[in-house]
T-cell receptor
Framework: DAGVIQSPRHEVTEMGQEVTLRCKPISGHNSLFWYRQTMMRGLELLIYFNNNVPIDDSGMPEDRFSAKMPNASFSTLKIQPSEPRDSAVYFC???????????FGNGTRLTVT | GDSVTQMEGPVTLSEEAFLTINCTYTATGYPSLFWYVQYPGEGLQLLLKATKADDKGSNKGFEATYRKETTSFHLEKGSVQVSDSAVYFCALSDTGGYNKLIFGAGTRLAVHP
């Protein structure tokens, strides 16, 4: 079991650029979550999918943020255009059926200058 | 809505000291409760969980009991080690399904030799 795989681990970009974060969930898991972690706001749930369908995106901060899950083994979180206040660690997590716990990836640390 | 409140950190202890990290929750239904741990540079890992009232979750010497009457899920360990230094998150599962978790703000623990 390779766990949840996120890429890249670190991303440094300039304000205004497009950023794409990637996630491969654990095989067989049918729920996928994107969280953002900052010192000021802690862990915030941005969006989650079930069986590749977005269920709740109310946590997405602005229209600059979008997420897709084209198949059961891949998801992306895109920020366009990026701003310095988007700097944070972004985590992807997946879970199986029933009352199963979330498994987190190691995160992508995004720095927007 | 559902929420989790944790004691503020940092908590600083000497090795072999007793640890308590308080966690209380607000929920409309009967959620499952979790403790996750985050080591530096890593994602969150499940430490223990409890799915119903009076259940005790335990792992690696850590324990927490689901107390419905006090809406609490305090984390305890009888003798901490330097390697326990990390950030600890209390969480509850959203009763709407999909294994969505609502996290507390996290409590940083520092253990000194």
């Amino acid at each position: 079991d390779a766990g949840v795989i996120q890429s890249p681990r670190h991303e440094v970009t300039e304000m205004g650029q497009e950023v794409t974060l990637r996630c491969k969930p654990i095989s067989g898991h049918n729920s996928l979550f994107w969280y953002r972690q900052t010192m000021m706001r802690g862990l915030e749930l941005l969006i989650y999918f079930n069986n590749n369908v977005p269920i709740d995106d109310s946590g997405m901060p602005e229209d600059r943020f979008s997420a897709k899950m084209p198949n059961a083994s891949f998801s992306t979180l895109k920020i366009q255009p990026s701003e310095p206040r988007d700097s944070a660690v972004y985590f992807c997590a997946s879970a199986g059926q029933g009352n199963s716990p979330l498994h987190f990836g190691n995160g992508t640390r995004l720095t927007v200058t | 809505g559902d929420s989790v409140t944790q004691m503020e950190g940092p908590v600083t202890l000497s090795e072999e000291a007793f640890l308590t990290i308080n966690c209380t929750y607000t929920a409309t239904g009967y959620p499952s409760l979790f403790w996750y741990v985050q080591y530096p540079g890593e994602g969150l890992q499940l430490l223990l969980k409890a799915t119903k009232a009076d259940d005790k979750g335990s792992n690696k010497g850590f324990e927490a009991t689901y107390r419905k009457e006090t809406t609490s899920f305090h984390l305890e360990k009888g003798s901490v080690q330097v390697s326990d230094s990390a950030v600890y998150f209390c969480a509850l599962s959203d009763t709407g399904g999909y294994n969505k978790l609502i996290f507390g703000a996290g409590t940083r623990l520092a253990v000194h030799p």
